[in-house]
């Protein structure tokens, strides 16, 4: 079993940087990799970005302005955001899965933990 909780959340202007966190519970955290997903008011929730194994995937709209990087000694996984944008807004979850799952990380179903969600708002 796995607990994640998210933090980091807040409200920023359009351009701004915020550092979200995950906290695993557990000592098996290195056996998983772990994912960001976001979900906007009356979307469906989207994949974010993605660790395993040291490789990092992102999704396009992301790709060059978000990072994700973890550190096993602490049980935690960050997502680093520059250059938001009002569209970035969003509740963030992160999501775990073992590290020998191969089936697609974009699909939430692929997913065995999740965290709360950390609240995102960027204004313009």
């Known amino acids: 079993q796995v607990q994640l909780v998210e933090s980091g959340g807040g409200l920023v202007q359009a351009g701004g940087s915020l550092r979200l966190s995950c906290l695993a519970s557990?000592?098996?955290?290195?056996?998983?990799?772990m994912g960001w997903f976001r979900q906007a008011p009356g979307k469906e929730r989207e994949f974010v970005a993605y660790w395993s194994g040291g490789a990092t995937y992102y999704a396009d709209s992301v790709k060059g302005r978000f990072t994700i990087s973890r550190d096993n000694a602490k049980n935690t996984v960050y997502l680093q955001m520059n250059s938001l944008k009002p569209e970035d807004t969003a509740v963030y979850f992160c999501a775990a899965r073992r590290l020998m799952t191969i089936a697609p990380i974009t699909d939430i179903t692929n997913y065995d933990y999740w965290g709360q969600g950390t609240q995102v708002t960027v204004s313009s």
């Open positions: 557990g000592r098996t955290f290195s056996t998983y990799a």
